[in-house]
């Protein structure tokens, strides 16, 4: 067993591209014994790095992400159909299943370290005025990055889809698909009609949790919300986290979707695959293939029926402006040619939260990275997937509340909570404040002055924010990142609401139930909000907008809509408006943000898409 860690944990530094400080020795460690029970007790193995590859596949999917993964499963479930599945990142490793180390994937080599744009509206805290935008670069993409919570948005947002012009996407046939991937373990809730057991994904709750939690669920009601399944009949109230776990550690869509299907032998997945344009016949208007490079080795590969992009938000429509389909004015800028003048790019939305609200407790319940990562702790996890390294990255509690500004005729709620005992503080600086690239002005004004001091946190968000960015190409160069400008608060109704929200996180830290651990919000301010009164809504708003955090929810960049929508990008099958043999299927193509975490929904999008594809087909196929 010593042999063993040793050897894995060797090996993580290349695969994590680390450099070999003393800080990562410990999570590094607990890596290498995680394995060792991984060997032991976990029968899945991994997906096949398929080399040489075949010239023609029937699909080529770009992207093995929360949506390609489902995609490549699905597909392959035709047994006369070939598929290739190309992903530009490599496998996942022993760290990414641990799910308390979330955080330490990012600004990894599995990561593909975006920023946004500077705009002086928000990120003001920022190294750079710029907010990291993490996104997975590994089997599996950002399900293998995420905090794994498991939150699947509210039924109006569906039959909004629906009702743009989008059939087929309301919340029935959404809800289908949510319980078709579904594989519930939680006994209380394999009873709900909202829920399924035996799908793929793997879905239940931390096995482990702290008195804060149970007390943020029970403020909750003291201010008359319930304690609800939020995925469930209604959205309004708070829950303790449901992640997408399996045996207390993480499942990411390469293992819930990939691994059981390796040995199918019209599945080829292959990995550290950058793809740099798809292939398009301007005479025919006809995807045929795609270009990528493997190893360095540029080449192409047909497909005889589709190119499926599911490379997320942020490549899908790098891709499809690379290859030419994109605004026409801006391909021009960059001196790509003009195959079809879309608005690809547009319509971007994310879930912005305010982070850093920091509530100081007397009592030794929360996170602190000293006890975190003691011996016993990482023994318990490793021998019985127990224990605090099975937290959902950090988060153990949600709710959906409603601001003054919400419509409380309908279940509709604005804000949603993220409740976490820990907070920018707990890990003295060496983790959360990096992935968050918060100055070190900033950080050692208001948060090192209380390092690794027992405190909790929530971060409000705005779930339907009215603003809207765009990604744009840097050049023509397919190895520059994309431009990203995510355009936080352009609308000022988008900071007044989340000011709202701030208060609502406020009140609930004053709920009686949590004075039993002497709880008070931290009251040092932040160096640029000096000259505001504490906790007034002129404090808040300058609040929000320094530390303003993505909870790394960007879609929308191909917006799915009818021909008669000239915003939209693909039609509701997905297909590419006015190209054959192309569609999007990932999150890029939701037309307005869910209320909620996106994984699931894109899981949902995913598993609809391949149904999609399948019955468009296999129509084409039976006339024949
Ligand atoms: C840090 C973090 C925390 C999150 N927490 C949560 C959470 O707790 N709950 C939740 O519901 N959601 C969460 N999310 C969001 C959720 O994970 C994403 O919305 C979802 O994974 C997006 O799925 P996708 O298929 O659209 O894209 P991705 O999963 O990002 O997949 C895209 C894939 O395409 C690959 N790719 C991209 N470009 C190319 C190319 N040129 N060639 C080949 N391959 C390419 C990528 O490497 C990647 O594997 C989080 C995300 C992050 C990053
Ligand atoms: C609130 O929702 C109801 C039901 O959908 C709708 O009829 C009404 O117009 C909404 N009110 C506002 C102010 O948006």
């Not at 596949?57 to 070939?82: I, M, Q, T």
């Not at 795609?290 to 992009?309: H, M, N, P, S, W």
């Amino acid at each position: 067993m010593v042999f063993s860690t040793i050897v894995v944990t060797s090996a993580l530094k290349g695969a994590l591209g680390l450099v070999g400080t003393s800080l990562w020795l410990i999570p590094l460690l607990i890596a290498g014994l995680s394995y060792y029970r991984y060997d032991q007790l976990d029968p899945e193995s991994r997906p096949i790095d398929r080399y040489p590859l075949y010239p023609e596949y029937d699909f080529v999917v770009v992207g093995a992400g929360s949506a390609g993964a489902v995609v490549a499963n699905r597909l392959s479930e035709v047994p006369k159909w070939n598929v290739l599945l190309l992903e530009a990142g490599p496998d996942e490793n022993e760290v990414t299943d641990v799910p308390s180390l979330a955080a330490y994937l990012q600004l990894t080599k599995l990561d593909w370290k975006y920023k946004t744009e500077p705009t002086g509206r928000a990120c003001l805290a920022m190294n750079g005025g710029r907010c990291n935008w993490p996104r997975g670069k590994v089997l599996g993409g950002s399900s293998v990055l995420n905090y794994m919570l498991y939150v699947r948005g509210n039924k109006h947002d569906y039959d909004h889809w629906e009702s743009m012009g989008n059939p087929g996407w309301g919340y029935d046939q959404a809800l289908y698909y949510f319980k078709k991937s579904e594989d519930n373990r939680n006994p209380y809730l394999q009873r709900s009609k909202y829920h399924s057991t035996g799908g793929y994904l793997t879905v239940q709750e931390s096995p482990w949790k702290t008195p804060l939690v149970v007390a943020f669920v029970q403020a909750g009601t003291e201010m008359g919300y319930e304690n609800r399944d939020i995925n469930g009949e209604q959205q309004t109230g708070f829950m303790i986290a449901q992640g997408t776990i399996r045996r207390g550690s993480r499942c990411s869509t390469a293992k819930a979707f990939l691994r059981p299907v390796r040995l199918r032998r019209n599945i080829h997945t292959a990995m550290n695959s950058h793809v740099t344009r798809v292939l398009i016949d301007p005479l025919t208007m006809r995807a045929t293939g795609v270009e990528f490079v493997r190893d360095g080795r540029r080449q192409i590969v047909r497909a005889r029926k589709e190119v499926i992009l599911s490379a997320g938000a942020i490549n899908s429509p790098q891709i499809l402006m690379l290859s030419g389909i994109g605004p026409k004015e801006h391909l021009r800028h960059v001196g790509i040619p003009v195959i079809k003048d879309l608005r690809v790019g547009d319509n971007l939305q994310d879930h912005v939260a305010m982070g850093g609200l920091t509530f100081l407790i007397d009592k030794p319940v929360a996170i602190v990275q000293d006890r975190l990562q003691a011996a016993p702790v990482t023994m318990h996890y490793v021998a019985n997937g127990r224990g605090p390294m099975t937290t959902l990255g950090g988060v153990e509690g949600y709710a959906f509340v409603n601001t003054k500004y919400a419509n409380l005729s309908i279940d509709y709620p604005d804000i949603q909570l993220h409740m976490a005992p820990a907070s920018i503080n707990s890990d003295g600086g060496v983790q959360v404040k990096k992935v968050l690239g918060i100055t070190d002005q900033v950080y050692d004004t208001v948060y090192r002055p209380i390092a690794n001091k027992d405190a909790w946190t929530i971060m409000p968000l705005l779930l339907r924010p009215r603003s809207r960015g765009t990604i744009r190409l840097r050049s023509s160069n397919p190895f520059h990142s994309p431009l990203i400008n995510a355009n936080y608060f352009a609308d000022s109704m988008d900071i007044a609401t989340l000011v709202e929200g701030a208060k609502i996180a406020m009140k609930v830290s004053e709920a009686r139930v949590f004075k039993q651990f002497g709880t008070r919000v931290h009251r040092i301010k932040l160096p640029g909000c000096r000259h505001l009164k504490f906790a007034s809504d002129a404090y808040w708003e300058c609040h929000i907008r320094h530390i303003s955090m993505t909870i790394y929810h960007p879609v929308g960049t191909t917006k799915m809509g009818p021909a008669s929508d000239p915003t939209a990008v693909v039609d509701p099958r997905l297909r590419v408006h006015g190209i054959a043999g192309l569609r999007v299927i990932d999150a890029s193509i939701m037309p307005t943000i869910c209320s909620g975490n996106t994984n699931a929904p894109v899981i949902m999008i995913g598993e609809k898409g391949a149904d999609l594809v399948k019955s468009d087909w296999l129509a084409i196929e039976t006339k024949r």
